[in-house]
């Protein structure tokens, strides 16, 4: 079956320790993106990424950075410079060139605890 | 850029029509409305889309009214399993930005 995986779906980590959270689809599409989720909100853009080796910042980049070395995997990182990283976030994805970009796949989210 | 405004809660019978109203009344012309939907704890899910015309899927209908100011998401059969929060959208900035959202709590 086609999708997007995020793994763990919890994650827990120490305050001031960088930690990389895991988004792969194999949709063959060529955009991904990184949403965080603070409780009883709506979903707020960190990074995305129309294609491999590209990447842009959203609302909310500070304290977060990604890669995009292979079309199927987009990583993103926590970094101990990111203030308040307790939250979900959601990774998604959609086709690139000319089709709909707002048509997107989310992935099961992970909530990540840092403490 | 166009905002929305939906309203915080509904309810609705199972089995019934679920009708989730949602307010843009600053939207420009080649503005699309987008219709997502989040189960608890999960990602969202797309539902639908429209610019100007009634627009109907598998999972539910978008009507748009003729001055585009507003737009109504119909679920025609609600079940226990549409118990989510129903984002509107008008794109802003050339991406998603979703708000609160309404919560629709489908009862039996």
């Known amino acids: 079956d086609g999708g997007i995986t995020q793994s763990p779906k919890y994650l827990f980590r120490k305050e001031g320790q960088n930690v990389t959270l895991s988004c792969e689809q194999n949709?063959?599409?060529?955009?991904m993106y990184w949403y965080r989720q603070d409780p009883g909100q709506g979903l707020r853009l960190i990074y995305y990424?129309?294609?491999?080796?590209?990447?842009q910042k959203g609302d909310i980049a500070e304290g977060y950075s990604v890669s995009r070395e292979k079309k199927e995997s987009f990583p993103l990182t926590v970094t101990s410079a990111q203030k308040n990283p307790t939250a979900f976030y959601l990774c998604?994805?959609?086709?690139?060139?000319?089709?709909?970009?707002?048509?997107?796949?989310f992935g099961p989210g992970t909530r990540l605890t840092v403490t | 850029d166009a905002k929305t405004t939906q309203p915080t809660s509904m309810d609705c019978a199972e089995g019934r029509a679920a009708n989730l109203p949602c307010n843009h009344s600053?939207?420009?012309?080649?503005?699309?409305v987008y219709w997502y939907r989040q189960i608890h704890s999960q990602g969202p899910q797309y539902i639908i889309h429209?610019?100007?015309n009634n627009e109907t899927n598998e999972m539910a209908s978008l009507i748009i009214t003729e001055d585009r100011k507003s737009s109504t998401l119909i679920l025609p059969h609600a079940t226990l399993r549409d118990t989510a929060v129903y984002y509107c959208?008008?794109?802003?900035?050339?991406?998603?930005?979703f708000g609160a959202g309404t919560i629709l709590r489908v009862k039996s």
């Open positions: 990424s129309q294609i491999v080796n590209d990447f």
């Open positions: 949709l063959n599409h060529d955009a």
């Open positions: 429209g610019l100007k």
């Open positions: 600053t939207i420009s012309g080649n503005e699309y």
């Open positions: 959208i008008v794109i802003s900035g050339n991406k998603l930005v």
């Open positions: 998604a994805s959609s086709y690139g060139g000319g089709a709909d970009p707002y048509e997107q796949y």
